[in-house]
């Protein structure tokens, strides 16, 4: 990879100081110039209005794979300004990866505004080293100097693996880092593990609506990136008082660059308490409920069972409940211990979001649903006569 200046274009707009990241352009007789600084993120060709700046990506053969080490897993902050789960989930992962690795080092890139404490739990989780980015214009995210970032530290350190939860951040992310530097991706995997002989990183992924494993593999380019689904991995157990490196990143950014501007956060006043890709029991409601009513006989049971309430696309798009609750392809992807199906008859749509969970019960009257295919536990019958009777179940168990 590589990033010049054609002095021919350049006007001396100097549109490129303020869009630089790493503060590493610097004007001279009026024609951009970069300094060692420079980390070749790419954030000043995409500003430049005359194409004077050009980043040039090198072809797939021309990659030295034995310049990149270490496993990088890129940490999440949530609206609490706290590590979220999932980074908890992919520092073991990576832990358990890196044994795999002649024990790599493994580091957390942290970025967002007042962090300083997050340092102690992602050391607590099993990193080896920390980035820390603290800048005002990361406090919440966005697309543009998330990536910009990113980008740059990736450029300059050369991790051999980066890991991202496979949350919406996460997602649009990776998607865009990806992008800029030229690298394969590999999204919302399940599964993990190095080719002992290739040391390649094996990623596993469903296909085809959950009915086909693929494991797929970046054999040419670095570093080897993936997206997780949060609830997949197991975090290792907590180690109050551990020590990491923590690496300060003093980054120059200017909000007058950012596209976009955060308004006005929304929170989530359905009722709904419990988040989706957290919870360890759903209950999923689908068409055939038959109204927005009868999700109360859903509702019943996940209360009985300390459970979230999922839905499918369909009663989602006919109004019967908010679209926070979807599960499925468009929706929320989820891993829970147990999954109840209720009047779901199983399209790959929500199949490719749910058919992941450790205990999946089907409830349909329609014994040829294809939500049988993938279902531990079937139950073939009228869901407003199964349901209640689950629930009478539970109370005399005395779970109610």
């Keep these: 990879m590589a990033i010049y200046v054609e002095a021919a274009k350049c006007i001396g707009c100097e549109a490129c100081i303020p869009a630089c990241p790493y503060a590493a352009i610097e004007m001279v007789d009026d024609i951009a ?55 908890a989930e992919l520092l073991g992962e990576a832990k358990r990866l890196a044994a795999d690795l002649d024990d790599a080092e493994v580091s957390v890139v942290v970025m967002g505004h007042n962090i300083d404490h997050l340092a102690a739990a992602a050391a607590g989780w099993g990193a080896d080293k920390i980035y820390m980015v603290d800048h005002e214009v990361l406090a919440r995210y966005r697309t543009g100097p998330f990536t910009d970032v990113l980008t740059g ?3 300059k350190h050369k991790p051999e ?21 030229k690298a ?39 570093p080897q990136m993936a997206t997780v689904r949060p609830k997949v991995m197991s975090p290792q157990d907590f180690v109050e008082g551990a020590e990491a490196e923590v690496v300060p990143i003093n980054v120059s950014l200017d909000e007058k660059t950012v596209a976009t501007k955060i308004l006005e956060v ?21 068409r055939g409920l038959g ?13 009985a069972l300390g459970a979230a309430v999922g839905a499918s ?14 599960v499925g392809q468009t929706g929320k992807t989820v891993h829970p211990k147990l999954y109840i199906a209720c009047g779901i008859s199983g399209a790959v749509q929500h ?12 409830i349909n009257k329609d014994p040829d649903a294809p939500i049988f295919n993938v279902a531990h536990y079937g139950i073939v019958g009228d869901l407003f006569q199964v349901v209640p009777a689950m629930v009478a179940a539970l109370k005399e168990k005395g779970r109610v």
């Excluded at 693996?161 to 865009?176: C, E, H, M, P, Q």
């Design 161 to 181: 693996i980066v890991l991202y939860g496979a949350t919406t951040k996460g997602r649009d992310f990776a998607s865009r880092v990806a992008a800029r530097i």
């Design 153 to 155: 530290l990736i450029n």
């Design 351 to 362: 199949l490719a979001g749910m058919s992941s969970s450790d205990c999946i019960v089907a």
């Design 33 to 87: 110039t970069f300094t060692e600084d420079c980390t070749s993120c790419g954030a000043c060709a995409y500003a430049c209005p005359t194409g004077a700046i050009v980043l040039e990506m090198g072809a797939r053969d021309e990659v030295d794979t034995t310049e990149y080490s270490g496993i990088w897993v890129v940490g999440e902050v949530s609206s609490d300004n706290e590590l979220a789960g999932v980074t």
């Design 184 to 222: 394969g991706l590999t999204a919302d995997c399940t599964e993990l593990s190095i080719n002992p002989e290739t040391k390649l990183l094996e990623q596993t992924r469903p296909a085809f609506g959950g009915n086909v494993m693929a494991t797929i593999l970046c054999e040419f380019t670095r």
């Design 266 to 286: 929304i929170h989530d006043d359905s009722g709904s308490d419990v988040n989706l890709t957290e919870a360890d029991i759903i209950v999923s409601g689908g």
């Design 291 to 303: 109204g927005p009513e009868h999700f109360a006989v859903v509702e019943e049971l996940a209360n």
């Design 313 to 326: 696309r369909a009663t989602v798009d006919a109004g019967w409940i908010p679209a926070t609750h979807q």
